[in-house]
């Protein structure tokens, strides 16, 4: 299996090679859970879930904070809007704020002693790692057998240190998708690929056509690099497999080992193909990975874009999506076509104060309700078309999601096999800081795979 392994990694190297032309330019300790599958399982419509939390009814004139690293305008208007509805239920007086260098502000509030009253995290290994410091509250047994019902099994499982829940799922993000623009495709006969080596030899043949195939990104503020970092974990479940990945997600293969850098090396082989890429603002590394590539996307600068889920919420209003529209979307390939590796990710909620009306609001937020109400707000922002949100919970109305999005619930439900975000599951020294930053002087040229993964490992808790 070992030399199967390398073969297949040279392989892709070999296809690189191919398509590069012979140019010589170029937000906590935890390890990932044995059931990851279980936490992105696809929504089963008809379920039998309960919709809502019943409320105590002398919660009016309370208040409730809620901070997430939601700040575009769709997603935190669509957070907000959903929390309104509770809102006017109970009378509590329920504020979202969304920022972009969230991992930095909640450490900073956490350890200040004034963090908001319940927290969104895109990261497990921060909630457990809270949890482990004490910052976070475990979830009341009466509250946590209200939602648990309402998500596939193993999703609390995620959340769970020393056997206490700390976090409710209230978003799931695929991320293993390519979106790309019909019109250019068929324009160009391109035919969607089945396998990585298909990806490849597509973009290769886009370049002899004069067409730019990727639109690439890394740029996010302080948390610039996040990009690379979904790119290395996408290719190392294909290249490496399920098994590595849970070993290099637990620090039990080093970020150092060859085969690590290997699959980042490939990575930058294709980024800096000559013609390969676009990049909105001028390198990778100042592209910001939103509006950066949504419009070029639609414009056909670009004919693909790797991105997860919620990338439909930065396409430009009155894109059209799916079947017969602008931009359609496909699985991005494996190496084979005998298994559906599926990389996913999420948002989950946590409480640090301790009172009834954050308790409410935490059994809102992990249900069926919250997660409709808003889908109805955020496809309403967009335009009734895509909204970026997507849900595991097994109760909602999958008539509220459009052909696109029903489509990334069928991925989920192929998903062979599923893991939750690799640098999410690391320590956020590592997943939300170093694996980031030296990922970054990596893409930039600042230091080469070898010395930007070493010092990773040395980073490590």
């Known amino acids: 299996m070992k030399q199967f392994k390398w073969l297949l990694l040279v392989v892709v190297f070999a296809l690189i090679a191919a398509a590069c032309g012979g140019d010589d330019d170029a937000d906590e300790t935890t390890a990932a859970p044995d059931d990851t599958a279980a936490t992105t399982a696809a929504p089963d419509d008809g379920g039998d879930a309960a919709d809502t939390t019943a409320a105590p009814a002398d919660l009016a004139g309370t208040e409730v904070t809620v901070f997430s690293s939601e700040d575009g305008v769709d997603e935190a208007t669509g957070i907000q809007r959903a929390l309104d509805v509770f809102?006017?239920?109970?009378?509590?007086?329920?504020?979202?704020?969304?920022?972009?260098?969230?991992?930095?502000?909640?450490?900073?509030?956490?350890?200040?002693?004034?963090?908001?009253?319940?927290?969104?995290?895109?990261?497990?290994?921060?909630?457990?790692?809270?949890?482990?410091?004490?910052?976070?509250?475990?979830?009341?047994?009466?509250?946590?057998?209200?939602?648990?019902?309402?998500?596939?099994?193993?999703?609390?499982?995620?959340?769970?240190?020393?056997?206490?829940?700390?976090?409710?799922?209230?978003?799931?993000?695929?991320?293993?998708?390519?979106?790309?623009?019909?019109?250019?495709?068929?324009?160009?006969?391109?035919?969607?690929?089945?396998?990585?080596?298909?990806?490849?030899?597509?973009?290769?043949?886009?370049?002899?056509?004069?067409?730019?195939?990727?639109?690439?990104?890394?740029?996010?503020?302080?948390?610039?690099?996040?990009?690379?970092?979904?790119?290395?974990?996408?290719?190392?479940?294909?290249?490496?497999?399920?098994?590595?990945?849970?070993?290099?997600?637990?620090?039990?293969?080093?970020?150092?080992?060859?085969?690590?850098?290997?699959?980042?090396?490939?990575?930058?082989?294709?980024?800096?193909?000559?013609?390969?890429?676009?990049?909105?603002?001028?390198?990778?590394?100042?592209?910001?990975?939103?509006?950066?590539?949504?419009?070029?996307?639609?414009?056909?600068?670009?004919?693909?874009?790797?991105?997860?889920?919620?990338?439909?919420?930065?396409?430009?209003e009155g894109t059209s999506v799916g079947e017969g529209g602008q931009i359609g979307t496909f699985y991005f390939p494996h190496v084979d076509t005998n298994s559906a590796p599926t990389l996913t990710a999420g948002n989950s909620a946590a409480a640090f104060r301790d009172a009834p009306e954050v308790w409410a609001v935490m059994e809102y937020l992990g249900s069926t309700q919250y997660a409709e109400e808003r889908q109805k707000a955020q496809r309403e922002i967009k335009g009734g078309d895509a909204s970026g949100f997507l849900t595991s919970n097994l109760g909602v109305d999958l008539s509220l999601w459009n052909e696109l999005e029903g489509g990334f619930i069928d991925i989920l439900a192929k998903a062979n096999p599923a893991r939750f975000d690799g640098s999410d599951l690391m320590p956020a020294a590592v997943g939300a800081g170093t694996f980031w930053t030296e990922g970054t002087s990596a893409v930039n040229g600042d230091k080469t795979v070898e010395e930007a993964f070493e010092a990773i490992d040395a980073s490590w808790p």
């Open 87 to 316: 809102a006017a239920e109970t009378g509590i007086t329920i504020t979202h704020t969304g920022a972009r260098d969230f991992s930095q502000q909640i450490n900073a509030q956490a350890a200040g002693g004034n963090p908001p009253d319940i927290a969104m995290f895109p990261q497990p290994g921060k909630v457990l790692d809270f949890a482990a410091q004490g910052f976070l509250l475990p979830i009341p047994d009466d509250v946590e057998a209200v939602v648990r019902p309402q998500w596939p099994a193993g999703t609390l499982e995620t959340y769970t240190y020393e056997d206490d829940v700390y976090a409710f799922q209230a978003k799931t993000d695929l991320k293993s998708i390519v979106w790309y623009n019909q019109e250019v495709f068929a324009n160009g006969g391109y035919a969607i690929p089945t396998t990585l080596g298909e990806l490849v030899d597509l973009g290769n043949q886009m370049i002899a056509d004069g067409q730019t195939p990727w639109c690439i990104g890394i740029e996010s503020g302080p948390a610039t690099g996040w990009t690379f970092t979904d790119w290395m974990e996408d290719m190392m479940l294909r290249v490496e497999g399920p098994e590595q990945y849970d070993r290099w997600t637990k620090n039990e293969l080093k970020f150092s080992d060859p085969a690590v850098t290997g699959v980042a090396q490939t990575i930058l082989d294709i980024w800096n193909t000559p013609g390969n890429t676009y990049a909105a603002g001028g390198s990778i590394s100042a592209t910001a990975h939103s509006a950066d590539h949504g419009d070029p996307l639609v414009a056909g600068t670009c004919a693909m874009v790797r991105q997860a889920s919620f990338f439909a919420a930065f396409l430009p």
